[in-house]
């Protein structure tokens, strides 16, 4: 039998990053939200063994031109990378999951693209994503090829993923 956990969904305030700092500012914001969540939600006994970020929460919607690569590198962070690395903190400090997203995410093997990347973080502070579970390679033309177990859809130049 598996003993009683919690499991918190965060909803905090959403602010769209105006510069490429602002993400780890917005991590930093919901970590110490995330202190209060988690602490409310074990009042009843069971630990917390996931928290999980919603979408655009740390990075925001960035207003953008679709195909505007100047703008999106200006915005593109790393997986791992400093915003991660401090959810990794929280996750260490609070031996718990930390489930989340960040909307412009580089790739070494694709310069000029950048990608919506989901993202769990291990109660070691260790992460994963989904584009590690991925084999994606260029084509000749510039095209990109995935080999992944579920459903995918292609749209131009971007990659959707469905994730069941």
């Known amino acids: ?20 700092g602002d993400a780890l500012e917005n991590v930093k914001r919901i970590n110490q939200f995330m202190d209060t969540a988690v602490m409310v939600a074990a009042w009843e006994g069971a630990p917390v063994k996931l928290v999980v970020i919603p979408e655009m929460a740390i990075q925001g919607m960035i207003q953008n031109t679709p195909g505007n690569r ?22 260490r400090e609070l031996n718990t999951y930390i489930a989340g997203e960040l909307y412009m995410v580089k790739d070494p093997d694709f310069e000029d693209r950048y990608f919506n990347v989901a993202f769990i973080i291990d109660p070691q502070g260790d992460v994963r994503t989904i584009l590690g579970e991925l084999k994606v390679e260029r084509l000749d033309g510039g095209g990109i090829a995935i080999d992944h177990h579920g459903p995918i859809q292609i749209l131009g130049d971007q990659c959707l993923v469905g994730v069941t």
């Not at 009683?4 to 490429?20: E, H, N, Q, Y």
């Open 1 to 20: 039998m598996i003993d009683p956990f919690a499991v918190v969904a965060l909803s905090p305030r959403t602010f769209t990053v105006k510069d490429r």
């Open 70 to 91: 100047e703008r999106e590198a200006h915005f593109a962070v790393t997986i791992p990378g400093p915003e991660t690395d401090e959810l990794g903190k929280k996750a």
